[in-house]
């Protein structure tokens, strides 16, 4: 073992070493993220048009791409500190069994009843809800992390909420559903014929799986004509990114103790808020043009809306009652395989990581779920914690980087975010320990169909 006796296998920040403030990206580039389009008139959608559906406090963190520091409310840090500072991990026994030179740390965010970072939103968005005076909110959740973090969240801050839960999920996780229940949250499966954009899809396509964009519109649909109801989202915004951040500068505060410079940072990307959170000061240092490092996005290879998308506006909702935002994108109407990695099937990315890599400051790739699993399974093994489908991507192309090091000789330092855990998704290792999980590529014609059908910009 090459244990370093300098260098702890989990350096945890002391609670007082936590971030005062979140670090909003947008301040340091020179390319602002585009702005959100009404689909109506293409003009932009400023703050009153934003208030029938988001809360206030959380439309002006959307819209502010100038302030770098926004300080984190006590009664926020109060909640975080339940569970944050989250450890960063040296992979110690990881880099022996792959016998590579190059070192990996992961920040695990997976220590919280939610079981993933989400959490780190949910009561951020909880709370300036509260401080509203709202009753509650609605969301849309895919494969149940961002409905579980949010009932969480509501019910400490003692606000109502009701959760459109991806219907093959709602079908593949009924724990996940329990424990959203527990918190006191209510859940229907979507598409459900409880809203009008339900019953429309359904009516198109009665035997849909639901995604993530379905359960976006019927969301929103209840948030805007229920009374002191909003709603909000888990991931692809710039306020949710922003609130992310935490991951990123506890990792930075954590490496800086020891003296560590990253080389390379990974993690998975599905809208691409831990991503964009993770990377957040890093990001920074690079368009200061202090630093450098390489950023590498992971993706599915059945929803690769980086390394296959188009960088164009978009609805963020297959309903198409959300604002438009220009993104890489598979299209609104691009409904993925039913991959088990639930929480990375949504058709877009965020405008912010969007903008990023197309100035060429990140890479993307994808992978196959079952060279995911396989990688997976490789970290359980060796470094003890189940690791959600989702966080498994950025395991596999860690484990990549690191085989890759192996041949060049160089020592680099790779840091991952290990986004979660897989005890809801055991269906899904059942699957692989079976032999029975397969990969389903989206082929050209398909993307281009619903590529195709992209909104056309008014004006
Ligand atoms: C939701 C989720 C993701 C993907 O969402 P991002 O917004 O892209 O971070 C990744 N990992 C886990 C465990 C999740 O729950």
Known sequence: ?????????????????????????????????????????????????????????????????????????????EFYRMYRPSPLVRAYCLEELLNTPAKIDYKFEGNNTSGSHKLNSAIAQAYYAKQQGLRGVTTETGAGQWGTALSMACSYFGLDCKVFMVKCSYEQKPFRREVIRTYGASITPSPSDTTNVGRAILARNPNTTGSLGCAISEAVEVATTTPGYRYVLGSVLNQVLLHQSIIGLETKAALDLYGITPDIIIGCAGGGSNLGGLIAPFMGEKLRGEKDYRFIAVEPASCPSLTRGVYAYDFCDTGMVCPLAKMYTLGSGFIPSANHAGGLRYHGMSSTLSQLYHDGYMEARSYEQTKVFEAAVQFARIEGILPAPESSHAIRAAIDEALRCKQTGEEKTIVFGLTGTGYFDLV?????????????????????????RLPKIPG
């Open 1 to 77: 073992m090459k244990y370093d006796n300098n260098i702890p296998y989990k350096i945890y920040l002391e609670e007082d070493q936590m971030p005062a403030g979140w670090y909003n990206v947008r301040a340091d580039m020179k390319n602002k993220p585009a702005p959100l389009l009404n689909p109506g008139t293409g003009q932009p959608m400023g703050f009153e048009d934003l208030r029938p559906v988001f809360c206030d406090e959380l439309i002006r963190q959307e819209l502010d791409n100038d302030t770098a520091f926004i300080p984190i409310p006590q009664e926020i840090r």
């Open 428 to 452: 899904a290792y059942q699957k692989y320990n079976d032999g029975q999980m397969t990969d389903r590529i989206p082929t050209d014609e398909e993307l281009q169909a619903s590529i195709s």
